[in-house]
């Protein structure tokens, strides 16, 4: 790598590094509203089929201690996956407050479930509402 190279480099990844630095202080709708566009945009740009519905999504993955862990030994349960939901703005149209994942609903159209920081959601796969409790 020549140092015209690495100049650009290094100052590339400060850049990067200042990306990531402000989008880990932002709430959690200000951040979902930026990776959804992000994830749209690189889903569109996906090779597409008839025969399928690929997308990019954000997931929580999480697990829970098991009943037989003691404390030398951590066992944990099975991990799960669920998808995060957008914000329906439909609904709230000044944005919403709430910047913690505690709705949950079922997408009707394409059966996704989704965990939210907001009741009227947006399913990340097919982009149907889906109200959550
Ligand atoms: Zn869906």
Redesign the pocket.
Known sequence: MSRKDLKREREALRSQDYLIDRMSSWRVPDFLDVMREILDRRSASREQYDFEQTNYVLGIASRMLSEDASADDKVWDATSVTAIGYVDYDHYPGGVGMDLFCQEGT??????T?ISVAKNSI??????T?YCT
Do not use: F, K, Q, R
Not at 107 to 112: D, H, M, N, P, V
Not at 123 to 128: E, I, N
């Open positions: 997408c009707s159209e394409c059966g996704l989704i399913c990340p796969h097919c982009g149907d889906v």
